[in-house]
């Protein structure tokens, strides 16, 4: 039985499941080479039945993200409640800042495969979505081209239901507490409690919005001078720099309810009033104006600011996760949605709450949405929960393809017999090299399969980084790949991070030993790397350590600012040569300039 899950958001994807096995997963953005592709994942779909050696006439379910009609009776229902300040999505232009919405018109005329914008549907968007859902088969079949019989039969599955699912089906546990929170899913839920037992996933609570913390984040985020929903990891990494001059004010944007529950205080919003990504006149007479977005280096007003939202974020999180626990007496958390991308607020669930276990899988925003819908309908049909790898399951591709790609650029370059080995040395030795294996990683973060690694003991390598290679914002953090069973040498916690969605202190004392992935606050953000995860990348690290005496290297992800992770060796060998990475592993192979 194939399963086909589709999300089509901020981060378009699509999955394939195959009698409860992920057979691949692959992000729109990915193939398309447009960050954060919002459009319907036609490349992606193609690929995961590429890769499992099938067409869409083998498929039995599509799996689809989303409830538009329970998405129309949630936004009837705001609509009404919030006028008249809802009068403002009727005008195309709503706000001081941000950008402007799609008109209904617009919206009317298009072919369903575009993308809605990044703002709420209260707009033409929930047409286009509702739109959508209906003519799935047909958008499908049209999009990848496919003629002739399909029998697919399409189900819409509950938004946080999807993200639950990418969480709970893949952790190794029977019994979980689970969370999902982003800015707001199909019925207007933000933040879903749940419990897992067995294959089953039984409803506790539910936020809706105009309460979320992902709006939260997105809200201030674009107040900062950033792209909401997109840089809100930069936010996150800004707030080490700030001070809490801003906490108590900060505070008062959300207060804190029983029974786990939040809300926010409206005054200080419009994203409720105009489906965009704003603070209210009350909030800019208190704060002052929004910063430009520009990459000029971030006033210290700011950083405070991006501080204090980020400490009263764990603040709720931590509320909401300790009611959970305690409601539930589960000992383990499983996480989902945009809000559990932040692993600062993660790291303190786990070490600041009753749970003592974690668990999260590594698209756990948007993309991750399309394999939970997958997962979900495939247990509903009689398939097992997948025992197998659930981090590298993109697309791959052979050493033909690596050799033509190095040839094609007029490249020098030679099989090397162990490219650990060979890695390693040249890591050692202060270069940075580009680390290109096996099949993708899914999720934002690079780990292991499509990286840039260099030395974490230079102190000067985070900043040869920075200007070499990744060419972003300074006040951006680099993070560890460490040997799992070394990481409590390094870290408050040795806990098992695979996906590098967990922030722990760097312990005092070990900070001058690897000042390169060590943040301004004395944090990191670790992925910790065992041999069954792994058994590459755990051997290249193995043999840095026996170099340097040192378990970890730097692990950024393999691409140019602002540019989707290289997907295919000839990407790899185009980031390479356009940027002032020293050397690549490309597969076996070895170049350095
Ligand atoms: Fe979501």
Known sequence: ?????????????????????????????????VKHDGTFPARAVRQCLAIAGITLAEVDHVAYFWQARREVVHALRHFVTHLPATLA??????????????????????????????????????????????????????????????????????????????????????????????????????????????????DIRRVRFPHSLGALYACV???????????????????????????????????LLP???????????????????????????????????????????????????????????????????????????????????NSVMNGRLLLETPFEEFFAQPAAADDGSALGAALRVATDHGAPRPTG????????????????????????????ADIADTTAQAIADGKIVGWYQGRMEAGPRALGNRSILADPRGKDT?????????????FRPFAPSCLADRAAEYFASGYPSPVMLLVFDVLEHQRERVPAITHADGTARVQTVSAADNPLYHRLITRFDEITGVPMVVNTSFNDNEEPIVCTPAEAVNCYLRTDMDALALGPFWTQK
């Open 221 to 255: 985020t674009s107040y900062l001078g950033f792209h909401p929903t997109r840089d809100e990891g930069k936010v996150m990494g800004l707030a080490a720099y700030g001070e809490p001059t801003q906490l108590a004010a900060m505070r008062e944007l959300v207060r």
């Open 462 to 474: 985070k900043d040869r980084l920075n200007a070499k290679v990744k060419h972003r914002e300074s």
């Open 89 to 202: 999505v009727f005008r195309n232009d709503a706000g001081t800042y941000g950008g402007r919405s799609a008109g209904l018109g617009a919206t009317l005329r298009s072919d369903g495969l575009q993308s809605h914008s990044d703002d709420y549907h209260v707009g033409g968007a929930l047409l286009l979505h509702l739109r959508r859902s209906y003519m799935l088969k047909k958008i499908l079949c049209d999009a990848v081209g496919h003629v002739g019989p399909a029998r697919f039969r399409v189900h819409l599955v509950d938004h946080h239901l999807c993200h639950a699912a990418s969480a709970y089906l893949l952790s190794p546990w029977d019994h979980a507490a689970i969370i999902t929170w982003d800015g707001i899913g199909s019925d207007g839920t933000s933040t879903y409690l749940a419990v897992g037992e067995g294959d089953r996933i039984r």
């Open 259 to 341: 029974d786990g529950r939040y809300e926010l205080d409206l005054s200080w919003f419009r994203h409720h009033a105009t489906g965009k990504h704003q603070m209210s006149a009350q909030f800019l007479d208190r704060f002052g104006p929004p910063r430009p977005r520009t990459r000029d280096a971030v006033p210290q007003h700011y950083a405070d600011i991006a501080y204090g939202l980020q400490v009263r974020l764990e603040e709720v999180g931590l509320h909401v996760a300790r009611w959970l626990q305690q409601h539930t007496g589960q000992t383990r958390l499983v996480t989902a949605g945009g809000v559990a991308l």
């Open 389 to 416: 790898n659930y981090i590298f399951i993109g697309p791959e591709y052979g050493e033909a393809e690596m050799e033509k790609a190095l040839a094609d650029a007029g490249l020098t370059y030679a099989r090397s």
């Open 1 to 33: 039985m194939y399963v086909l899950g589709i999300n089509q958001h901020h981060d378009s994807a699509a999955a394939l499941v195959r009698d409860g096995e992920i057979v691949a997963f692959v992000e729109e953005e990915r193939v398309s080479r």
